[in-house]
């Protein structure tokens, strides 16, 4: 049995950079848009055709291609119990998870039932294409794949995407998180029609800045969709979210601020690591794997004690010695790397 997830603690009064949140928050206009929703349709079941449509034209498919589910957490567990139940009489599904990774893939398969069957890391977390081609068998049901890749940053190629989806029972379904896709500027959204068996699960909680409002989606053939979206609880995406997500969708400007923001602040993190002889990974996501070393819990603790949280990934495969900072708002990657300076100095 996988361990139970372990939330982060809850650190609201200083610099959030251990979620991978927009650390500037969602657009105006999503505020603006909360204000004017008027009071009685908090009391009513929520209508989901215009973000539906905002979310189907922003991704680039038809609405039928699209399921909205509350956060992309809910659409991993509906896929993971639409696939991975025992059926009587059956062999046990399988998950096949390549490491380090997401761990809620670990946690769903469990709960659903399924085995899981984890591949480790290539050389430097290079995609171990062929340890998991060779992962996969009759009783395979998943193949979970995340481009960018988190907590490494690392992507992965297209083509690596294709040979998976070839690989697979007929059954099976790759699914592609993609929940940072804005950030690396690639999708494999306009090779769905050729791969039919591939999922990709997408966000609007890291660039759009939603993460409160809980609102994520699934995008692929319908008839591979139909058995996930039974798994949805009805109405499962707030009201909230409904009034909102057209606007954020509709500010462009303010997202491509924050994909800017989040470029520069990788360049600035990566010339200070330099600087400090820490070994990092270039990220296609707005957040950076750093090697710390021996010393990496004293690092995260004298940084938490400074009001300035980053993620201990220390237990992840191939990630001894690691943390991960979110690189969001420039201003705030200044801050960490300040204190960072200070503590390194404080501990060497």
């Known amino acids: 049995m996988s361990p139970n997830y372990l939330r982060p ?4 009064d200083g610099l959030r950079l251990h979620q991978n949140e927009n650390t500037g928050g969602c657009s105006p206009r999503v505020i603006e848009a909360l204000a004017r929703m008027p009071r009685d349709r908090v009391g009513f079941y929520p209508a989901y055709q215009a973000m539906a449509e905002a979310a189907a034209r922003y991704f680039g498919v ?22 991975l139940r025992p059926r ?3 062999s046990v599904p399988e998950a096949v998870i390549p490491e380090p990774t997401f761990e809620i893939y ?3 398969t469990d709960v659903a039932g399924g085995r899981t069957v984890t591949v480790p890391p290539g050389p430097d977390f290079a995609f171990p294409l062929d340890a998991v081609l060779a992962a996969i068998t009759p009783a395979t049901r998943v193949v979970f794949l995340t481009n960018p890749n988190n907590p490494t940053g690392q992507m992965m190629s297209k083509e690596a995407i294709r040979a998976v989806a070839r690989a697979v029972p007929s059954e099976a379904v790759v699914f592609l998180d993609e929940a ?5 500027g690639e999708t494999f ?3 769905l029609a050729q791969h ?3 999922i990709v699960g997408r966000t609007f909680s890291k660039a759009f800045g939603l993460a409160g409002l809980r609102v994520g989606a699934l995008i692929g053939d319908p008839a591979r969709l139909a058995p996930i979206v039974r798994a949805v609880p009805v109405y499962s995406v707030n009201v909230a979210a409904a009034a909102v997500l057209p606007a954020a969708l509709g500010d462009r400007a303010y997202l491509e601020d924050y994909l800017r923001q989040v470029k520069e602040s990788k360049q600035i993190l990566y010339a200070a690591c330099d600087r400090l002889g820490l070994k990092y990974w270039k990220s296609g996501g707005n957040f950076v794997l750093v090697r710390i070393g021996d010393q990496s819990k004293d690092v995260i603790a004298a940084l938490a ?10 237990t992840d495969a191939g990630c001894a010695g690691c943390v991960r900072i979110a690189t969001g708002q420039v201003a705030h990657t200044q801050q960490l790397i300040a204190a960072l300076e200070e503590v390194l100095c404080a501990v060497r």
């Open 305 to 314: 004690a400074r009001k300035i949280f980053v993620r201990d990934r220390s």
């Open 88 to 90: 009587p009489g059956g």
């Open 180 to 184: 940072y896709a804005e950030f690396a």
């Open 9 to 12: 603690p809850e650190l609201f």
């Open 106 to 108: 670990n946690l769903d």
């Open 196 to 198: 039919p068996n591939v």
């Open 62 to 83: 038809h609405t039928d291609h699209l399921a909205l589910t509350n956060g992309l957490d809910e659409g991993i567990m509906a896929l993971s119990v639409a696939v």
């Open 189 to 191: 959204l306009p090779e």
